[in-house]
């Protein structure tokens, strides 16, 4: 079974850093793209940027260009999303999602479960 | 404010055919293919339409989707209670060289 299971809950305070990860099983990791997808709460579903796990090719949507890292390690299926200093606004649930069509394409076709991020001080 | 453009709610009674509508340019739906996703409540959005007409394995039928120039529906038929979700629309941007989501339809079922 195809399927992306990322890392648990987290609470952080502002300032703090985080890394939140996403495994694939059941595919090879190396020939889909991986995208990672916030949804504030309430609110809809935005794009933040996605990789390509077989160069860590990474591309971001502008809004989200210098506030967070994508990066992949390929040697264990496992994609990833950090901060180097989480603010309040960051609190949200953020979902990976393989990009089944390819690099270019808008087709998430497996979902992990997401992680909820909580920024409190 | 989206990229794609989806009315914020949607409603119908158990039985009926609803339609959702995603409007887009000629960067994004008006030159690339359109997908849709569901979002049960409390759970992680799920592919229901690819390549705007296609269903992966095991979506029913009663989901279809259509695309005309810079613009796209999703229609549900034979509507159930379970359906009550929100539902996106997705599309690649050529200019934003990235893929573009709707804001998001709340369908609900009276």
């Known amino acids: 079974e195809m399927q992306l299971v990322q890392s648990g809950a987290e609470v952080k305070k502002p300032g703090e850093s985080l890394r939140i990860s996403c495994k694939g099983s059941g595919y090879s990791f190396t020939t889909y793209w991986i995208s990672w997808v916030r949804q504030m709460p309430g609110k809809g579903l935005e794009l933040m940027g996605r990789?390509?796990?077989?160069?860590?090719?990474?591309n971001y949507s502008p809004s989200f260009q210098g506030h967070v890292t994508i990066s992949a390690d390929k040697s264990i299926s496992t994609a990833y999303l950090q901060w180097s200093s989480l603010k309040a606004s960051d609190t949200a649930m953020y979902y990976c999602?393989?990009?089944?069509?390819?690099?270019?394409?808008?087709?998430?076709?497996?979902w992990g479960q997401g992680t909820t991020v909580t920024v409190s001080s | 404010q989206s990229v794609l453009t989806q009315p914020p709610s949607a409603s119908g009674t158990p039985g009926q055919r609803v339609t959702i509508s995603c409007s887009g340019s000629s960067s994004n739906i008006g030159s690339n293919t359109v997908n849709w996703f569901q979002q049960l409540p409390g759970t992680a959005p799920k592919l229901l339409i690819y390549?705007?007409?296609q269903r992966p394995s095991g979506v029913p039928d009663r989901f279809s989707g259509s695309k005309s120039g810079t613009s796209a529906s999703l229609a549900i038929s034979g509507l159930q209670s379970e359906d009550e979700a929100d539902y996106y629309c997705?599309?690649?941007?050529?200019?934003?060289?990235?893929?573009?989501f709707g804001g998001g339809t709340k369908l609900t079922v009276l």
């Open positions: 999602a393989r990009l089944g069509g390819g690099g270019y394409s808008a087709r998430m076709d497996v």
């Open positions: 990789i390509d796990p077989s160069d860590s090719y990474t």
């Open positions: 390549s705007n007409t």
């Open positions: 997705a599309a690649w941007d050529g200019s934003l060289i990235g893929p573009v």
